[in-house]
Nanobody, 121 residues
Framework: QVQLVESGGGLVQAGGSLRLSCAAS????????MGWFRRAPGKERELVAS????????YYADSVKGRFTISRDNAKNTVYLQMNALKPEDTAVYYC??????????????WGQGTQVTVSS
């Protein structure tokens, strides 16, 4: 079993930055793919970024490419999402997930409780 706890969300002005952290416990994450998802009000959940255990390859949604960076520290069992140049449309609840790699993606079995990110214009 894996427990994931996100932190780092908050309220920020457009153009600002936030760094989300996802701390895992219960099992080492070094063999898992890790992903950051988000769900905005009235929208479907979407995969924002993902990373394999080795640190590559990484995936980014087109809407965040060049602005967000996913990284992981296997020694600390933690994954990060650095978000720069934030836009109001980035407002959402952000979720961390862990899963077994499957093809180009992963089967995400473990989820955090989510952290709210609000970007004001």
């Amino acid at each position: 079993q894996v427990q994931l706890v996100e932190s780092g969300g908050g309220l920020v002005q457009a153009g600002g930055s936030l760094r989300l952290s996802c701390a895992a416990s219960g099992r080492r994450l070094s063999s898992y793919a890790m992903g950051w998802f988000r769900r905005a009000p009235g929208k479907e959940r979407e995969l924002v970024a993902s990373i394999r255990w080795s640190g590559s390859p990484t995936y980014y949604a087109d809407s965040v490419k060049g602005r967000f960076t996913i990284s992981r520290d296997n020694a600390k069992n933690t994954v990060y999402l650095q978000m720069n140049a934030l836009k109001p449309e980035d407002t959402a609840v952000y979720y961390c997930a862990a899963g077994v790699p499957a093809g180009a993606g992963a089967m995400y079995d473990y989820w955090g409780q989510g952290t709210q990110v609000t970007v004001s214009s």
